[in-house]
């Protein structure tokens, strides 16, 4: 659980920084620690007391009986998510296109297509987006193809992680 709110928080840390161009003060790692931390213990702590023989089976730690724990919270979650992504993705498509003129020519609106898809890229991973197969799973009755599709992308998310904050970022290369 605490994984869905930590990248949650990270949405929300990436719409204040493209939303608002100045720091504020409600954008403080203080907060998201209170937050990515403490919500979760609230929500899985009743599970945990009260069902605590709920907790897993031998294939998978979520039993079907208190999935809704887990699965609610983190669909809400993936699916504010998905609109930061989207929020996101149009302003960086508008700020791509700043210099507006009428007879633009369609290489400069390639261009400015392409930034905007470069930064939804980008940001799926690091919103963890990828997760939205895992009740898709449920829907389509667990098929194959769905499995593979969302452990695979799942397991590379630390991966795009890494690409986006260490080997693209402009911070990172500056000093090599």
Not at 14 to 38: D, E, G, Q
Not at 113 to 129: D, Q
Not at 135 to 160: E, H, K, R, W
């Amino acid at each position: 659980m605490n994984i869905f709110f930590w990248m949650f928080g990270e949405a929300v840390f990436l719409a204040f920084k493209v939303i608002y161009r100045t720091p504020s003060r409600h954008n403080r790692l203080r907060n998201y620690i209170l937050f990515c931390y403490l919500v979760p213990v609230i929500l899985v702590t009743p599970v945990a007391i009260f069902k605590y023989d709920s907790y897993g089976n031998d294939y998978c730690w979520l039993d079907t009986q208190s999935n809704w724990c887990i699965v609610v919270p983190a669909s809400i979650i993936i699916l504010f998510s998905m609109v930061i992504l989207v929020m996101m993705v149009r302003i960086i498509y508008q700020r791509a296109g700043t210099n507006l003129r009428m007879g633009r020519s369609e290489t400069e609106d390639h261009r400015q297509l392409r930034k905007s898809v470069k930064g939804a890229v980008f940001l799926v991973p690091i919103l963890g987006v990828t997760w939205i197969f895992g009740p898709l799973m449920a829907v389509t009755d667990g098929s194959l193809f769905m499995q593979y599709l969302f452990v695979i992308l799942n397991s590379l998310q630390g991966v795009f992680i890494f690409i986006v904050y260490c080997l693209l970022d402009n911070e990172v290369k500056l000093p090599y």
